[in-house]
C-alpha cells in the first residue's frame, strides 16, 4: 500500500479528535466557568523504508487557562474569580478546583457549589455558614465574614506553571503538580455577586469547525483519488 495513504489516514484521525474538542468546547459556550480545550499536534517522522515519512501525531489536549467575560448577578453566594486563582472544592474522587463560583448553602450552613460539593477554604475544610443570619460578605481576598463575625476565606490556589490540567467533576479541574495557595490579591481573588462565563469563543469555534470539516473532506478526497489509481494501475498490470 502506498505511504500517502498512512499519512491521510494519520491526519484524519488528528483532525477527528481536533473536530471532537471543538465541538464539545460549542456545546459548553453558555457554561458558567468552563474552561475550553485546545489541542497541539507534532510531527512524527518514520525512519523505515528509503526516505523518512512524516506523519501527524495523535494529538494531546489541554485545558486553555484564559479568562471568561464576568457578569453580574446580584446574588451573595455568587463569586467570579479573578486573575489565575481557581476555588477549592471537595468531589468523591477528592479535591478538585473550579472556576464556576455558583454556590448554595445548605440547611445545615455549609457552603457547596450547585452540584452539592462542598466548598472549601483556605485550610481545605468546608465552608461552615450560619443558615439564621443574613447572606455573607465576602472580599476581594476570599474572607467571609456573616453578621459581623470573621468565619475564614474561600480557599484560593493558583496552578504552578507547567501544571497539566485534566477534567473533574463538572467543569472542575484536576492538576498533576498540587496547586499553592494564593497570596496576591492585588491581580487576583473573588468579586461578590458575579460570575465568570465560559472562556470559549463561539464565533472563532465556529469558524474552526467549518475550516475542520474542509479539511477532512480535503483529505477523504486525497484517500479515494489514491485508492482509484491503485485500482486502475492493478488493472493495467492484469492486463483487463
Not at 132 to 153: F, M, S, Y
Not at 180 to 185: G, I, R, S, T
Not at 217 to 236: F, G, H, I, P
Amino acid at each position: 500500500m502506498q505511504s500517502n495513504i498512512y499519512v491521510a489516514l494519520s491526519a484524519q484521525m488528528a483532525l477527528q479528535r481536533r473536530l471532537d474538542t471543538l465541538a464539545n468546547n460549542v456545546a459548553n459556550t453558555n457554561t458558567v466557568g468552563y474552561r475550553g480545550e485546545e489541542m497541539s499536534f507534532e510531527e512524527l517522522v518514520s525512519p523505515s523504508g528509503s526516505e523518512p515519512m512524516s506523519f501527524v501525531s495523535k494529538g494531546e489536549s489541554h485545558v486553555s487557562t484564559k479568562t471568561g467575560e464576568i457578569t453580574q448577578t446580584g446574588n451573595p453566594l455568587d463569586v467570579a474569580v479573578r486573575g489565575n486563582s481557581w476555588l477549592a472544592i471537595q468531589t468523591p474522587t477528592g479535591v478538585a478546583y473550579t472556576r464556576d463560583g455558583r454556590m448554595q448553602m445548605t440547611s445545615e450552613g455549609v457552603l457547596t457549589t450547585l452540584e452539592g460539593y462542598p466548598v472549601l477554604d483556605a485550610g481545605g475544610v468546608p465552608v461552615q455558614l450560619n443558615p439564621d443570619d443574613p447572606p455573607p460578605t465576602i472580599n476581594k481576598a476570599g474572607t467571609i465574614e456573616q453578621a459581623g463575625n470573621n468565619l475564614g476565606a474561600l480557599g484560593l490556589y493558583r496552578m504552578p506553571e507547567g501544571a497539566k490540567l485534566t477534567r473533574g467533576q463538572g467543569v472542575s479541574v484536576l492538576s498533576d503538580v498540587p496547586p499553592v495557595a494564593e497570596l496576591d490579591f492585588l491581580h487576583n481573588g473573588v468579586l461578590q455577586g458575579y460570575t465568570e462565563k465560559s472562556n470559549v469563543n463561539p464565533i472563532l469555534e465556529m469558524t474552526h469547525l467549518i475550516t475542520i470539516q474542509r479539511n477532512f473532506q480535503a483529505v477523504s478526497t486525497m484517500m479515494n483519488d489514491t485508492e482509484n489509481s491503485m485500482q486502475d494501475a492493478l488493472k493495467s498490470l492484469a492486463g483487463s
